[in-house]
């Protein structure tokens, strides 16, 4: 599987490393790697994410690393699309 990051899910990362970075560098560092360690996982079990409750499209999934929720969709049979990696104290995660 090839993971293709779109605008919307970068634009979340950096925000969330910037976010973090003020506080502590080195953690900022952390908490990123392991958001990206999470997302490399799916290229072996794309489907091991729970089908997001707020869609009806099974192919819309999630994986959860406290306190993120990284939502991404399974195209076809070989690409998955990293949407956005939403932090849980947000209301909802909008249109992705």
Excluded at 6 to 20: G, K, N, P, S, Y
Excluded at 33 to 45: E, G, N, T, W
Excluded at 53 to 65: G, T
Excluded at 69 to 81: A, F, K, L, Q, W
Aim: negative net charge; aromatic residues 8%.
């Amino acid at each position: 599987m090839t993971i293709h990051w779109t605008e919307r899910a970068q634009d979340d990362l950096a925000a969330i490393h910037a976010f973090i970075e003020a506080d502590s560098t080195h953690y900022a560092a952390v908490t990123v790697r392991r958001l990206l360690s999470a997302v490399d996982r799916l290229q072996d079990f794309p489907h091991s994410g729970r089908a997001v409750p707020e869609f009806s499209d099974p192919e819309v999934r999630e994986v959860i690393m406290r306190p993120y929720r990284i939502v991404y969709r399974i195209v076809g049979t070989s690409e998955i699309h990293v949407l956005t990696v939403h932090h849980g104290s947000r209301e909802t995660l909008g249109a992705v």
